[in-house]
């Protein structure tokens, strides 16, 4: 039971990959469920009478697959708050009467918030009683720490397919502007103000860049994105680009010169490994496992508070400073991705996972 695209996030890719692994389908005899009742990322968190309409058409599912045949163990990617928890408890209810053993896969956080109203204090009791968890970092224990003891916790960073850049994208200009990226979607806790204030301190040192957004619309609107660079007149350096896939998201990345996602809000974003297989040195934040992923000092930086404009601008700064240094800490990512972070080691890990959980229910 898990997420699929669209929309697109790193749950969703995350679970695609998961039921199209060769080496998973191998090995086991599954069945998917598609959980996912949004259809645009402005959606989440929202409810409507076709979202409605959608649960119980999976509850049904979910009850005709047990009815016919009852799994060894349900693989659920967990949402741990919000209207998605509430919808997830139903459909654990249902596996629980059917005693089906569950390993919960989680990719966000916020449950040590939400555990303060009583009735979530409850069902987090309930959903996590005498099951298994996947988390991404060890860095992220401490959300579940109170439910779930360190023994039935498993680690498994995720990976993604591997990029070898085309020699027609590495035709660039030799005097083109320092070229910053921000790929992800257009949420306020993902910094896109934060960056786009770093933007105009660089502005105003008299730097020469390009700062380009790609990404689907989410709290924050292509209007409302295009007020704010134009209230700090950055409307030459700073451009939204929309969506980009394929070929035209490998070219945002390949004619980039450095990453930044300031994002207080992810756990383990994807599109920083997706940077550090394109060798991009990355700036982020000291959030959830971003830790795990970038290295201070060697494969990007870390800022300790993520609304930090000013620490943003002077890494940023540091970088357009220092072409080879910046080339190298983009060098020493890749490395660390292709040793880490690669599909087939994901794979392997939690084909792992999954084969232990089952041995410890026989």
Same mark, same amino acid.
């Given at each position: 039971?898990?997420?699929?695209?669209?929309?697109?996030? @790193?749950?969703?890719?995350?679970?695609?990959?998961?039921?199209?692994?060769?080496?998973?389908?191998?090995?086991?005899? @599954?069945?998917?469920?598609?959980?996912?009742?949004?259809?645009?990322?402005?959606?989440?968190?929202?409810?409507?009478?076709?979202?409605?309409? /959608?649960? &119980?058409?999976?509850?049904?599912?979910?009850?005709?697959?047990?009815?016919?045949?009852?799994?060894?163990?349900?693989?659920?990617?967990?949402?741990?708050?919000?209207? +998605?928890?509430?919808?997830?408890?139903?459909?654990? !209810?249902?596996?629980?009467?059917?005693? $089906?053993?569950?390993?919960?896969?989680?990719?966000?956080?916020?449950?040590?918030? !939400?555990?303060?109203?009583?009735?979530?204090? &409850?069902?987090?009791?309930?959903?996590?009683?005498?099951?298994?968890?996947?988390?991404?970092?060890?860095?992220?224990?401490?959300?579940?720490?109170?439910?779930?003891?360190?023994?039935?916790?498993?680690?498994?960073?995720?990976?993604?397919?591997?990029?070898?850049?085309? !020699?027609?994208?590495?035709?660039?200009?030799?005097?083109?502007?320092?070229?910053?990226?921000?790929?992800?979607?257009?949420?306020?806790?993902?910094?896109? #103000? &934060?960056?786009?204030?770093?933007?105009?301190?660089? =502005?105003? =040192?008299?730097?020469?860049?390009?700062?380009? #957004?790609?990404?689907?619309?989410?709290?924050?609107?292509?209007?409302?994105?295009?007020?704010? $660079?134009?209230?700090?007149?950055?409307?030459?350096?700073?451009?939204?680009?929309?969506?980009?896939? @394929? /070929?035209?998201?490998?070219?945002? #990345?390949?004619?980039?010169? $450095?990453?930044?996602?300031?994002?207080?809000?992810?756990?383990?974003?994807?599109?920083?490994?997706?940077?550090?297989?394109?060798?991009?040195? $990355?700036?982020?934040?000291?959030?959830? +496992?971003?830790?795990?992923?970038?290295?201070?000092?060697?494969?990007? #930086?870390?800022?300790?508070?993520?609304?930090?404009?000013?620490?943003?601008?002077? =890494?940023?700064?540091?970088?357009?400073?220092?072409?080879?240094?910046?080339?190298?800490?983009?060098?020493?990512?890749?490395?660390?991705?292709? =040793?880490?972070?690669?599909?087939?080691?994901?794979?392997?890990?939690? %084909?792992?996972? %999954?084969?232990?959980?089952?041995?410890?229910?026989?």
């Amino acid at each position: 039971m898990l997420h699929l695209p669209p929309p697109v996030h @790193g749950s969703s890719i995350v679970g695609e990959l998961v039921k199209e692994s060769d080496i998973i389908n191998n090995s086991f005899c @599954g069945r998917y469920i598609n959980l996912i009742l949004s259809r645009k990322v402005n959606e989440s968190g929202k409810t409507n009478p076709k979202k409605i309409v /959608r649960f &119980v058409m999976i509850w049904l599912h979910l009850l005709g697959k047990l009815m016919h045949r009852k799994p060894d163990l349900c693989y659920y990617a967990l949402t741990t708050t919000g209207a +998605g928890f509430y919808k997830d408890v139903l459909l654990i !209810a249902l596996l629980r009467l059917f005693r $089906v053993k569950i390993i919960y896969h989680i990719h966000n956080r916020g449950i040590i918030q !939400a555990r303060k109203r009583k009735i979530n204090h &409850v069902l987090y009791r309930f959903v996590f009683r005498n099951t298994h968890v996947i988390l991404l970092s060890k860095y992220l224990y401490y959300d579940i720490e109170e439910y779930v003891p360190q023994g039935h916790v498993y680690y498994c960073p995720n990976g993604i397919k591997d990029y070898q850049p085309n !020699a027609s994208f590495l035709t660039l200009p030799e005097n083109r502007p320092f070229n910053i990226l921000f790929f992800s979607n257009l949420i306020e806790e993902k910094g896109v #103000f &934060v960056l786009i204030e770093a933007c105009s301190i660089l =502005k105003d =040192k008299g730097y020469s860049f390009q700062c380009e #957004f790609v990404g689907g619309e989410g709290d924050v609107s292509e209007t409302q994105f295009n007020a704010f $660079v134009q209230e700090k007149g950055l409307e030459e350096q700073v451009k939204y680009l929309g969506k980009r896939y @394929g /070929r035209l998201k490998e070219m945002a #990345f390949e004619q980039a010169d $450095v990453f930044a996602l300031p994002s207080y809000c992810d756990c383990f974003p994807l599109v920083i490994l997706e940077a550090m297989q394109h060798s991009l040195p $990355v700036i982020s934040t000291y959030e959830g +496992g971003m830790p795990d992923m970038v290295d201070e000092g060697s494969t990007g #930086f870390l800022l300790p508070s993520y609304d930090d404009a000013e620490a943003l601008s002077e =890494k940023l700064e540091f970088l357009l400073s220092n072409p080879v240094l910046r080339k190298q800490m983009g060098i020493n990512g890749r490395i660390k991705y292709e =040793k880490n972070f690669t599909l087939p080691i994901f794979e392997q890990r939690l %084909l792992y996972i %999954l084969q232990d959980v089952l041995k410890l229910n026989k």
